[in-house]
């Protein structure tokens, strides 16, 4: 069920031109009769004839202008009515351009110029309200200046609105599609290294179902193993055309630095200029090669949005050994001022995605005047 506010859109898209046909013709009427401007003396039934057409025309401006363009000029040749000529005018400013606009203003000055002479012609009230030179110029400002220069701002703002909305749908599609890029590229990354980890284990259960082949006595035991190698050998095989497929997919990559290249990477931030400091707790231990890889660009990219975002702020880097993981916390303190460089935040949300890809958590949020990466990586589960 539709709401009240689009029901009363609706209602005002179907009647508002029917509203506006009849205001338009009660003008031209109020006109003839003296009440807004000249009595005409012509019969009543011009005076009809002109409202009754002049509120068609207004009424289906929306699909056709030449109706309106045409009772307007006889509405002020004829009977000196404006209200038509108004909305023709804006119309003309709101909706023509180039040489259309230009062709208007020429009809314009024509049905002004004659609307001079036809009141020069018939004299009385007609003669000075339309004729005398202060009052052409006023008919001139109020019938067609103004209101053409109200429908060319009213369409310079539409224009502005539009073209400010399709540039942000476009940034938008632009963000989204580079988002998902990197997406796609962390992905790519990891199953890289899954490759790494599970053709190492899948050639462990190779080599010993070989040798459990060669020396078990039992028959049932050699077929179980020579099925398992068989079977590895298969996989092994799959992996090796997999990981053709994404090297293909990624030409020219060159391996990630792992985690005994941290202290070379805060160096190279202190030698930038940012106060880094480092702290370990808990027992080190070997960590699998995607762990470290994984740590080491966690750092990196923290490290990175401190510089960007808060360069004159002390950082500690943070290494937690777990039993079950590695956690890695990045924490700077408040900027004491200075610009900073603009970020889309396309880091942290390929980050997000690898950690999550390892069945780990990236959180990212200030803290205390400052702000914290903190990414946990599991570790039970990889050899």
């Not at 209101?147 to 369409?155: H, T």
């Not at 053709?244 to 997919?249: E, F, T």
Request: net charge positive; charged share 20%.
């Amino acid at each position: 069920m539709a709401s009240s506010p689009a029901l009363f859109r609706q209602a005002v898209q179907r009647y508002a031109p029917w509203l506006l046909g009849v205001v338009v013709a009660a003008g031209v009427w109020a006109t003839a009769t003296g009440d807004m401007g000249p009595r005409s003396p012509l019969p009543g039934v011009v005076a009809v004839l002109l409202a009754v057409a002049s509120g068609w025309a207004a009424a289906q401006v929306r699909d056709r202008r030449w109706p309106l363009f045409l009772a307007a000029a006889a509405g002020w040749l004829v009977l000196a009515a404006a209200p038509a000529g108004v909305l023709a005018s804006y119309q003309a400013g709101l909706r023509l351009r180039g040489r259309r606009l230009a062709g208007y203003l020429g009809g314009a000055a024509v049905v002004l110029a004659a609307g001079v002479l036809i009141g020069l012609h018939m004299g009385g009230m007609r003669r000075l309200t339309t004729a005398s030179p202060a009052n052409a110029l006023v008919t001139a400002a109020y019938l067609v200046g103004f209101p053409l220069l109200v429908g060319l701002w009213v369409r310079a703002r539409r224009d502005a609105l539009t073209a400010h909305r399709d540039r942000a749908e476009r940034l938008e599609r632009e963000q989204e599609a580079r988002a998902e890029r990197i997406r796609a590229e962390e992905r790519t990354r990891i199953a890289r290294e899954m490759h790494d980890v599970v053709a190492h284990r899948v050639s462990l259960m190779v080599v010993h179902a070989g040798a459990l082949e060669v020396t078990a006595a039992d028959p049932a035991t050699v077929e179980a193993a020579a099925l398992i190698r068989s079977t590895g050998r298969r996989a092994l095989t799959d992996l090796r055309e997999v990981l053709g497929v994404l090297r293909q997919a990624s030409p020219g990559r060159t391996p990630e630095p792992a985690l005994d290249a941290l202290d070379e990477l805060i160096r190279e931030s202190r030698a930038a200029g940012l106060q880094v400091r480092r702290r370990d707790e808990g027992a080190a231990r070997p960590l699998p090669a995607t762990v470290g890889r994984t740590a080491n660009r966690v750092v990196r990219e923290a490290l990175t949005n401190v510089r960007k975002h808060a360069g004159d702020a002390d950082a500690t880097v943070l290494l937690r050994h777990l039993p079950d993981g590695l956690e890695v916390v990045v924490r700077n303190g408040p900027s004491t001022g200075g610009p900073a460089l603009p970020g889309a935040g396309l880091g942290l949300l390929g980050l997000r995605e690898r950690l999550e890809l390892l069945g780990g958590r990236l959180e990212a949020a200030p803290v205390d005047d400052g702000f914290q990466v903190r990414a946990l990586i599991p570790v039970a589960d990889w050899p």
